[in-house]
């Protein structure tokens, strides 16, 4: 069976849609090139950035761009705890922990029970080689309920 999708006059609704459809299916590229197009079409919709942002986020290899439109997504949007959390990552996988550490911090102010984002605050203070301040924040998202940071606590903090 052979599907085919034609395309006209798009809105950037449309395109953005298209873009959730395509990274739900797992097809990443498609994704961006749909999330693309909605912010040619709606230069300031902070969520078709985020989704590119992510989706190049899943792939690897754009740190730069995917920086940027996270950037972008939070400039429309800065109350987004999960563009700063995800922000912060890509720091912390370019060796920027500082950056990493201010953008975890910031969605933590935002949403102070998200507790993966304490996992990842730890994680970036261990690379600084700071062990107290990690094992604070493991513990901390341990309380809230992520059980990922136990090993850690086990082979760092006791």
Avoid at 65 to 70: F, G
Avoid at 113 to 127: C, F, M, P, T, W
Wanted: with cysteine; charged share 25%.
């Amino acid at each position: 069976m052979t599907f085919a999708l034609v395309v006209f006059g798009c809105n950037g609704a449309d395109y953005y849609n298209l873009g959730i459809y395509q990274a739900r299916q797992g097809n990443q590229e498609k994704a961006i090139e749909y999330f693309t197009k909605a912010i040619e079409v709606n230069p300031k919709d902070a969520d078709a950035y985020y989704n590119r942002a992510y989706a190049q986020h899943l792939l690897g290899g754009k740190e730069k761009q995917t920086i940027s439109d996270y950037s972008k997504s939070l400039e429309l949007n800065p109350n987004d705890n999960e563009a700063h959390m995800n922000r912060g990552l890509i720091y912390m996988k370019m060796g920027n922990n500082e950056k990493a550490i201010s953008d975890y911090k910031e969605s933590i102010r935002i949403n102070p029970n998200y507790s993966i984002v304490y996992g990842n605050l730890g994680n970036a203070y261990k690379l600084k080689l700071d062990n107290e301040k990690a094992c604070e924040n493991w513990k901390k998202s341990l309380e809230l309920g992520n059980e990922n940071v136990r090993p850690r606590i086990k082979m760092n903090c006791e």
